[in-house]
Each structure stands twice: as C-alpha cells, then as structure tokens.
C-alpha cells in the first residue's frame, strides 16, 4: 500500500493557499476601489501567484507520478 509523502501533503496545501490568494486579489481588483496603480500591482501579484501555482502543480504531478511500488502484490 502506498501512503501519501509528506512533499505531496505540503504541495496540496500550499497550491490550495495560493489559490485562495490568488482568488481574493481576483475579487479585490474587480470589486474594490483602488488607484490604476494599485491595480498593476495586485495583478502582477496576481501573477506570480499563478506561476508558482503552475510550477507546485508540476513537482506535485512528478511526485505523484514518478514512484514505483515494485513490492505491490496485487
């Protein structure tokens, strides 16, 4: 039986935390009252947000992925 790894577990909650960030500043720029510049500034935050979404999605999916369990019977 193969258990999750820690790495995947800390992957899954930070993606989840970022995602949660990522959709406040979403909210924040579409509903709240801020200065042109502000706004630049919350969506490049925005992005670098997605980004690191992207890249811990990708050594999650690895993660996930790479392991063999050649002691696995069935």
């Keep these: 039986m193969l258990f999750q790894r820690k790495e995947t577990i800390v992957y ?3 993606i989840q ?6 959709r406040v ?3 924040q ?6 200065t042109d ?3 630049s500034e919350m969506k490049k935050r925005k992005l670098m947000l997605k ?3 992207a890249r811990l999605t990708k050594l ?3 993660e996930d992925h790479e392991r063999v369990d050649f002691d696995d019977d069935r």
Excluded: A, F, M
């Design 29 to 34: 720029i579409t509903e709240g009252n801020y």
């Design 51 to 53: 980004d690191e979404i």
């Design 12 to 14: 899954r909650s930070r």
């Design 37 to 39: 510049e502000q706004i």
């Design 60 to 62: 999650q999916w690895i």
């Design 25 to 27: 500043l979403d909210k």
């Design 17 to 22: 935390t970022l995602e949660e960030s990522h």
